[in-house]
């Protein structure tokens, strides 16, 4: 069986507290922090962006991926990375020339990431297998957490899973997931789970842990 890592999402963390959360998280055994950023025009929600991230990089020494759900990504790139993100995960939808902003990723020293929605195919991902680190497929409209997971994702992945074979692509699922979905998509070809509010439930480190356990003793 494959290593399947853990990425909770901090979007349904309590924001008030939120060095606290990340703290809780890391000791509560995430392999990542997965961190939403939105911008109110690629998707309808806000959140943060990068001096927020900086705030909080001290906090965990675990991988930041931040996915980037906003519509000019290019425009931010050194910002994340000097505060202090590890993974960055645009979306194909909004990256016209996503080769050169791959490359850009690469180049800052960062693993690069490609996003597609539920709506949207994977073709042309074939051309950029050498740039990519991570493949995120949508299981939810991103903009919201704690929504239900879309079914036909589970064909996505597996096609995604068809085109990266045995390359060392990471294959992350983001949306709807909790400890009855898991290993399906896990068994589809997922190795990196997102998730926000089968995790950030109960409150504490101990509820963490155990969510985090459940969503792996499945796997
Ligand atoms: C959705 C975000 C997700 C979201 C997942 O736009 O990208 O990371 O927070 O939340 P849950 O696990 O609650 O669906
Ligand atoms: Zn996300």
Redesign the pocket.
């Known amino acids: 069986m494959p290593e399947v890592l853990i990425a909770p999402?901090i979007?349904?963390s309590n924001f008030s507290c939120l060095a606290e959360e990340i703290k809780a998280i890391d000791k509560a055994g995430a392999d990542w922090i997965?961190l939403?950023v939105?911008d109110g025009h690629f998707?309808p929600?806000l959140t943060f962006g990068p001096p927020i991230i900086k705030s909080i990089r001290d906090y965990s020494k675990k991988p930041f991926d931040a996915?980037l759900?906003v519509t000019n990504p290019d425009d931010l790139l050194e910002e994340y990375v000097n505060a202090g993100v590890n993974i960055i995960t645009v979306h194909k939808e909004v990256t016209p020339h996503l080769d050169k902003t791959l490359n850009r990723i690469r180049e800052l020293g960062c693993k690069a990431g490609v996003s597609i929605n539920p709506a949207t195919s994977i073709s042309g991902l074939e051309f950029l297998l050498d740039k990519l680190d991570l493949i995120l497929v949508?299981?939810?409209?991103?903009?919201?957490?704690?929504?239900k997971?879309i079914e036909s994702s589970l064909c996505k992945i597996k096609l995604v899973k068809e085109l990266v074979n045995d390359k060392p692509i990471k294959i992350q699922v983001?949306?709807?997931?909790?400890e009855v979905i898991a290993p399906r998509v896990i068994d589809a070809g997922a190795n990196v789970i997102?998730?926000?509010?089968?995790?950030f439930n109960g409150d504490c480190v101990e509820s963490y842990s155990n969510n985090i356990k459940a969503l792996r003793c499945n796997i």
């Open positions: 999402s979007l349904s997965h939403d939105m998707v929600n996915h759900m949508m299981t939810v409209n991103p903009g919201f957490g704690g929504q997971f983001d949306g709807g997931i909790n997102v998730a926000g509010s089968a995790i």
